[in-house]
Nanobody, 121 residues
Framework: QVQLVESGGGSVQAGGSLRLSCAAS????????MGWYRQVLEKQRELVAV???????NYAASVKGRFTISRDNAKNTVYLQMNSLKPEDTAVYYC???????????????WGQGTQVTVSS
């Protein structure tokens, strides 16, 4: 199957920066979009940023101008550079990837295990 492994979460003061990484491994033919979502307890998981295989990006309004998503297709890895962090960015961040395991197999969504980001004021 496919595994997504995240790293880079942690605690930082407001105004600081963190960089998240997510590496996909396993039976991968091609990865379409990759993205980052976040969730606060008892709230719905929300999209933070997404990047297509061609490099097109889309961001939530709340992070635009502060966060940058990028990917290394050769390494099946997506990154999220988070600058000017705010306490309201505190959440568990999840990596997501749309993966094809073969040329004629339908794409499936996979999720990482989540990594905690805590921003203190």
């Amino acid at each position: 199957q496919v595994q997504l492994v995240e790293s880079g979460g942690g605690s930082v003061q407001a105004g600081g920066s963190l960089r998240l990484s997510c590496a996909a491994s396993g039976r991968i033919f091609r990865i379409n979009a990759m993205g980052w979502y976040r969730q606060v307890l008892e709230k719905q998981r929300e999209l933070v940023a997404v990047i297509t295989s061609g490099g097109s990006t889309n961001y939530a309004a709340s992070v635009k101008g502060r966060f940058t998503i990028s990917r290394d297709n050769a390494k099946n890895t997506v990154y999220l550079q988070m600058n000017s962090l705010k306490p309201e960015d505190t959440a568990v961040y999840y990596c997501n990837a749309e993966v094809l395991m073969g040329p004629i197999v339908a794409a499936r969504q996979y999720w990482g295990q989540g990594t905690q980001v805590t921003v203190s004021s």
